[in-house]
Every structure is written in structure tokens, then in C-alpha cells.
């Protein structure tokens, strides 16, 4: 058996693929990936799954509605994330303090007492190191249910001083 080389320039059907690729590409970058989110999409076996967020503020992923779960603040900042794709800034959180008051005591509904008034304060105090590990807390649930190659779509993530945001293209999220 001979080894044949083939022209890829001059092969149509490897052409067409080429450009049907690049178009994809160029799609995907429209929802705001990265090259290393679609590297990490090819490299994975398991594609994006929608997310769906219900009335009563559980998360679930794809047809099969697994349930992503987090505890009620850690969720109500993911929340407040999911509302702001546009991301934002970790020292302009207490900004956003009201409304994550407001998402909290609607993941919450037993009321806002004084100690989760605090970690409300303290999550959005950029000197402290609450969202980080909020942040933290987001990684380990999604990880828990979901590939390594897609996981990074759907938490809070960003450059070191620049907006933080979940990548994951908006037309996959739910909110019921």
C-alpha cells in the first residue's frame, strides 16, 4: 500500500469543510468565546447544555435537568452575574449591593436577618475575599456535573483586575 499525499488546497470537499468551519468559528465568537473556549469545546466530549433557571431560582443543565446545586448566597451571586453579561468588575461590586440584596431575598424567601445582611456587605466588599470564594463555590458545583472542557462556560470568570462574567452564550440560558 502506497502513502498518498493530498492536496488539501485543491480538494474540494476539504475546502468546503475549512469554511464551513471558519464560519462556525466565527459564530461562536459572536457569543463572545474565546479561541481557548472552543479549543476546550473540540477537545471535550460533552457539548454545551442549556441552563435553566426556574421559577423558584434552581438551576438545572440540559433536557435531563440535572440540578446544579449551591447553597442561597453563593447562587444569588451567580445570579447577579447571569443578569450582567456584560461582566463585571470585582471592586464595582458594591454597586451592585441592592440587587444582590434583592436576589438574595428572592433565592431566600425567609427573609434578609441581620447575619445574611453581613455576607451580603462582605461578598461585595472588594477588600475582603468573600467572592472570591463564592466564585470558588460556583467552579466545584458546576464541576461536580459537568466535563472539564465545557465547565469553564459556565462560571464566573475573567482577567485579574478587568470584568468578571459567565461566558456561556446566552440563547443556552432559561429563565422559566
Known sequence: MTNTIINKSSDEHYVRLVKELKKVVSQL?????????????????QPLLALTVSKDYRMYLGEKRVEVRMEPLVK?????????????????????????????????????????????????NPLLNSIN?????????????????VVEQYYINGPRGGAKSISLPRDLIVWE
Open 76 to 124: 444569588s451571586v451567580y445570579l447577579l452575574f447571569l443578569r450582567h453579561p456584560e461582566g463585571i468588575v470585582f471592586k464595582n461590586l458594591p454597586d451592585y449591593r441592592q440587587e444582590l440584596a434583592k436576589i438574595y431575598s428572592e433565592v431566600r424567601p425567609w427573609g434578609l436577618s441581620d447575619r445574611a445582611l453581613q455576607s451580603i456587605e462582605d461578598v461585595t
Open 133 to 149: 470564594e463564592k466564585c470558588a463555590r460556583i467552579r466545584k458545583a458546576f464541576a461536580a456535573v459537568l466535563d472539564s472542557g
Open 29 to 45: 465568537r459572536k457569543y463572545g468565546l474565546t479561541e481557548k473556549d472552543i479549543l476546550s469545546l473540540l477537545q471535550s466530549g
